[in-house]
């Protein structure tokens, strides 16, 4: 058993279904917890305080940026967004894995900070059933979804920057392979540091 949390970056497109595949994850294991992240825009009907985001002003989220306290950042339509890295090292320090579910850019950012961070970038089995996704969440128009599958030409190209590629053509199937990897991920020597350091101490007696 690792004696430290696996954090883990999860990204993908708008539509891939990440969000389910995540919730599945929670199901299956117990031990992953959801970095909720601040931002600086209002709050939606229906959303909560530190259930959905940490909604803060713009002031304070720029003193926690000066003041290191962000895992990542950035701005999307004039609001900012971002990781808290006190909750995420909490949890971490007390064994338990964490999933950020940011984009490509927030994850390059991660790793410069925590470079022991596995990233999975979640895909859809192919463009067209992308799009069919997406319409079926009948909450974009036309060019929304053409904006959003442009974009995911763009995410592509990034993939080599991502340690796990996992196809959602099944939540199930998708879930599980997310929780194999961070099995996998809590076995390497950056998780296993206190089991390591307590067998060089201990005396081996000669046969």
């Known amino acids: 058993m690792s004696d430290s949390?696996?954090?883990?970056?999860i990204s993908g497109p708008s539509g891939v279904g990440k969000g389910t595949v995540i919730s599945r994850l929670f199901e299956m294991d117990e031990n992953c917890?959801?970095?909720?992240?601040?931002?600086?825009?209002?709050?939606?009907p229906g959303e909560q305080d530190g259930v959905h985001y940490h909604f803060i002003d713009r002031d304070k989220f720029g003193e926690m940026v000066r003041r290191g306290e962000m895992l990542e950042y950035d701005e999307h339509f004039g609001n900012l967004y971002g990781t808290p890295?006190?909750?995420?090292?909490?949890?971490?320090?007390?064994?338990?894995s964490v999933v950020?579910?940011?984009e490509y850019k927030g994850?390059?950012?991660v790793k410069k900070l925590m470079p022991e961070m596995v990233s999975?970038?979640?895909?859809?089995p192919s463009v067209g059933?992308?799009?069919r996704r997406l319409r079926d969440r009948a909450t974009e128009d036309e060019k929304s979804i053409s904006d959003r599958l442009a974009r995911f030409r763009t995410e592509i190209e990034v993939i080599s920057e991502y340690d796990?590629?996992?196809?959602?053509?099944?939540?199930?199937?998708?879930?599980?392979?997310?929780?194999a990897i961070l099995t996998a991920a809590g076995c390497r020597p950056c998780a296993m540091g206190k089991v390591v350091s307590e067998l060089l101490k201990e005396e081996i007696k000669d046969a």
């Open 5 to 9: 949390g696996v954090l883990i970056v």
């Open 33 to 44: 917890c959801f970095s909720v992240s601040a931002t600086t825009r209002p709050p939606r």
């Open 85 to 96: 890295k006190k909750y995420v090292e909490q949890q971490l320090a007390n064994g338990r």
């Open 100 to 102: 950020l579910d940011i």
């Open 107 to 109: 994850m390059r950012q």
């Open 120 to 124: 999975v970038l979640v895909l859809p």
């Open 129 to 131: 059933e992308l799009e």
């Open 164 to 179: 796990y590629i996992v196809v959602n053509d099944d939540v199930d199937s998708a879930a599980a392979k997310i929780k």
